[in-house]
């Protein structure tokens, strides 16, 4: 379920918009900045385990829905925040791309062929990478935390900090005095003969990365390289001769035929394909690595979990569409209008939202600026007597709300309860 901030009359992509295959399977509803500053809104905070924004810093706090304010109303809250320099320094409020925070961080300089400009890895790095796995890997880190203690948290993530937080090898090698700031004079920057791309003969292009001797030797079998290559590979001086023998001999052959003499060795060859071409390869094809989804071609979701597969994604919808019937089942107010569709709620589904969440009550030292010290053990114990004390809010929350049963919670509470 995904939640967007919206203006009144901001245009939407259609539905089916391939820009808009990241938000596959959501059901995106939007609130307008009217909306967010009435008071009712905030009790979306009170039943959500996450929420995430992708505003410049401050913009929440301004909409009055900044992590201080939230994390006081739900203690269990985790507040994700992405953004692409980071919620402070001198750039913190300024726009930028994946093609900025690459190069800021040093990793789009070595980047290309020798005596070019870089070239940007499309947004594959900062935004994909950066922007996207570090605060999911961010966020599910903190939802498993509050295991340990009963206290959410605020995830701050930077598009810029993910891309320098993968140079660490990089800079290992940098460190021992084997990488040059000089573009494609490296190892696996190109530079090597052995780690490149090479055209064949119908124009199409092979990537060719045998690193290790064995693979080297492999790719000297099967191709008819002469073998006493590996003696002098790895003498830099020797690169350019080198380089120039595997042109010549890619060359003879088109990029197909080459796949043929090098399919199922540990060679290292592989063709460089379109992404159309990716789509129809046998190895995809018998993985079921894509999937159409309303006519539209796209990866399947990655990765694979054996007890729980992850489901064929649904089209993407525009924003907005599904906020009546999530709101709805919140007994939220739309429009000036409650709705109160399946509102009946039971004890059961009470102690549940106490479970789910909240606030200031498990601890006064839960904060955004603070520490918390309430133990897993004594947030257990504080639960039973929050209940009734929570009941008359959890009549909001509709009992189909909820998936989990109240007894087997209350069986977990009374065995942490009794641990000494």
Known sequence: MELRLVDAFDREVPTGEIGELIIRSARPW???REYVNNPQA??????????????RPGVMERLGVGPEACLAQNGRL???????????????????????YLALSGMLHPMGRAGQPPSPPLTLVADQNGG??????GVLSALYEPSVTVCGQVVDAAMIDGVSAMTGSLRGVM????WTDARAANLIDGGAPFYGIYETSDGKFLSVGHIEPQFFAELANKAGLESDLLATRDQREDWPAQRASYA?????RTRDAWEAVFDGSDACVTPVLTPTEATEHPHAVQRNAFVEVSGIVQAAPAPRFSRTPSKIPTSPVQAGANTEEVLGALTLQVGGKTTTENSETSEAT?????????????SASCGPSSKCNVSAETG?????????????????VPQRFFQASWSSIAASIEALADKP
């Not at 905030?42 to 505003?55: K, R, S």
């Open 30 to 32: 939007a609130l307008t």
């Open 42 to 55: 905030t009790a979306l905070v009170d039943v959500a385990y996450v929420l995430i924004e992708g505003f």
């Open 78 to 100: 985790i507040y994700g925040r992405m953004t692409g320099w980071g919620q402070e320094g001198p750039l913190s409020a300024t726009a930028g791309h994946d093609i900025n």
């Open 132 to 137: 996207s796995m570090f605060p999911i890997f």
């Open 175 to 178: 460190a021992t005095g084997d």
């Open 248 to 252: 010549l001999l890619f060359k003879t």
């Open 350 to 362: 009470a102690k549940m939202n106490v479970m789910q969440g909240t606030g200031s009550q498990l």
């Open 380 to 396: 257990a114990r504080m639960m039973p007597a929050m209940v009734s004390a929570k009941l008359e809010r959890a009549e909001r």
